[in-house]
């Protein structure tokens, strides 16, 4: 148990200047309006993704590396970590299927992977139009 607290705490070190400079580059000081901060909520979930999987990933090979070397000797270890090897694998192939289903929904649909230039409307505008202008303000 001490040693899987070691081996977290240095994966937490050794990822830290990695999360630091993502978080610089989207900061909530530059929230000015909706879309900016869809845009600080998106990017949050990005690098949220991606620690996850990066964890996945680390707590893959650390159960193949507990089957094959560490746990040898014991049997149960051997077969608590084949399972945990077992679990990633099935995970690894339900976020990869996922990422397929959207790669071809987005292609089948021929879908714009860029963010709408006026999402929901003027909101630039305040004052209500004259008469003889469009009634399209909010």
């Known amino acids: 148990m001490n040693n899987m607290k070691k ?26 309006d909706l879309r900016s901060l869809m ?16 964890f996945a990933v680390l707590m893959f090979v650390w159960n193949v590396f507990k089957y094959f070397i560490y746990g040898s000797d014991d049997p149960a270890a051997k077969k608590e970590a084949g399972l945990y090897v077992m679990y990633s694998l099935i995970g690894f192939f339900v976020i990869l ?19 709408p230039t006026i999402p929901f409307g003027n909101f630039n505008q305040t004052t209500p139009p004259d008469d003889n202008e469009d009634e399209d303000w909010i």
Do not use: E, H
């Not at 705490?9 to 530059?30: G, R």
């Not at 998106?42 to 991606?50: P, R, S, V």
């Not at 299927?97 to 963010?115: E, H, Y």
């Open 7 to 32: 081996t977290i705490m240095a994966v937490i070190l050794l990822s830290a200047p990695a999360f630091a400079s993502a978080v610089a580059a989207i900061t909530p000081s530059s929230v000015t």
């Open 39 to 54: 845009q600080l909520i998106t990017g949050y979930f990005q690098y949220a993704i991606y620690l996850i999987i990066s």
């Open 97 to 115: 299927s996922i990422w397929g289903l959207v790669f071809i929904l987005t292609n089948t649909f021929k879908l714009q992977n860029t963010p």
